[in-house]
Structures are given as C-alpha cells and as structure tokens.
C-alpha cells in the first residue's frame, strides 16, 4: 500500500528549534508515529496562523506533508493549550522537565501510545493543585516502564531476595534496591528508606489519580528526588538539564 503523502498526527509540541530567520523545525512526540519532526515554514512570523497551535508544551491536531528530507507541518489545531504551563516559571520547568525525559529517552519513528497519553495526562495533572513534585516521580516511574527500563522494587537487584522493611539501597548499576548485605557489593548506591521504597512501590504500581493526592514531607520528597536523578543519570550518562532550571527556582 502506497504511504498517503499528507497525514495528520495527534501530537505534543516537546522542542521548537529556529531556522533562519523565521522558519522552525519542532519536535513532535505524538501517539500514531512516536517522535518526529517537522518543518514550520514562517511560524516565527508575526501574522503567522499556525504559532498559537504549535507552542511548545501544546497538545494539537498537526497535518503534514511528507518531503524528501524532512515533511513540511501544513496546519494544526490546539486540543489542549496547557496555558497554566506557560504562565507560571515553576510549572514551565516542570513540564520542560517532563518533555525532555520523552525526548531523551525515545528515538525517531517509535510508536508507543501509552507513552503518548502519559506524557499528555502529566501535563495536565501539572496543571492542577496535586504536589508537582509526586507527580514528576510518577512520571520518571512509568515512563521508565514503558522504554524498558523499570527500577526492581521488590527484591534485591543482587541476590534476589525480597527486600525487608528495613533500611535498604537503590543501586543505579544493578538497577533498583539492593539490600544491606549486597550494599557493600554495588558500585554506587543510595540509601532507601522504609518510607521511600514504600512511595516509589506505591507510585509504580498505582495511577496517576491516586498519585496526585499523595502528600510526603520534605526530606522525604528530596530523597526520592535523589533517587531517581541517580538513575536517570546514569542511564542517559548525563544530567537532565532541566534539573538544573528546577534547582535554581528552588535556590539550591
């Protein structure tokens, strides 16, 4: 069957990159074609009837046009603004936050739809009242799910016994907790309290429903932080670098 040279995708808008003077090229992470790009002819242009439906962090319907190199986005329409997200500096860099983990952790032409709604269903939650910062773990949790790389909470990443309510490690090498005997062993690991394996269980194994009406206390809240920073590190060998806008909101 012959590929229809025009074809539209439900798609969120996760990076915009000028070109010339005018011209953009945006990263699309959408729910028929996984990540994708297009070509935005004039969006930067100040008449221009298409930069309010392709923003970064908007949700839009985009038709395009398949090209030699890359296709041309012909005409979109917004499905969900997410406007909270770009009047608010805080919320902006949690929602950065959450695009480029999509866009670090997929390649070109991928499809995976429920990653597609959980990028789309975090945005809205970000959105709303719930404690931002549970809702980016649940995030970092599922979306690790669904790109194969899901932390073992259970047991021990080392000997496989199941992990006691005790004082236990997590262990990005291994891959999830590790237990007190099997600490000494691990290459680089994290203290994990009884309460923090007992959120990142719950998180993982819940909806984003229950998440967002979890409340933790502080030092909790920075050790689960920690946590899934250590492992995010270490398997994009690199800092996301919108943690480092987060930090500076927070005056770390």
């Known amino acids: 069957m012959t590929t229809p040279r025009n074809y539209q995708v439900e798609a969120v808008i996760i990076k915009k990159t000028k070109l010339g003077e005018a011209d953009s090229i945006l990263t699309l992470y959408t729910s028929e074609r996984g990540k994708i790009q297009g070509f ?140 007190p005997d099997c600490q000494p062993t691990a290459s680089l690991s994290y203290p994990l309290s009884v309460n923090a394996l007992k959120v990142l269980r719950w998180l993982q194994a819940g909806d984003l429903g229950r998440a967002r009406q979890l409340r933790v206390y502080t030092a909790l809240a920075r050790e689960l932080e920690m946590i899934m920073r250590g492992y995010l590190r270490h398997l994009l060998e690199r800092d996301v670098k919108a943690t480092a806008w987060l930090d500076s909101l927070r005056g770390r």
């Open 40 to 179: 935005a002819k004039s969006l930067r242009k100040p008449k221009s009837k298409l930069a309010g439906h392709l923003e970064l962090l908007t949700h839009s319907q985009v038709a395009l046009a398949r090209g030699r190199n890359l296709d041309t986005i012909t005409g979109s329409q917004t499905i969900t603004s997410f406007l909270p997200l770009k009047s608010d500096l805080d919320l902006s860099a949690y929602a950065l936050y959450v695009t480029e983990l999509v866009h670090q952790f997929t390649a070109d032409h991928i499809e995976n739809p429920p990653l597609f709604q959980l990028l789309v269903a975090t945005l809205g939650e970000l959105c709303g009242e719930g404690d931002r910062e549970i809702v980016l773990r649940y995030y970092e949790l599922h979306l690790l799910n669904l790109v194969g790389y899901r932390p073992q909470l259970e047991r021990c990443a080392t000997c496989h016994q199941a992990l006691e309510p005790v004082t236990n490690y997590f262990s990005p090498v291994t891959g999830g907790g590790v237990c």
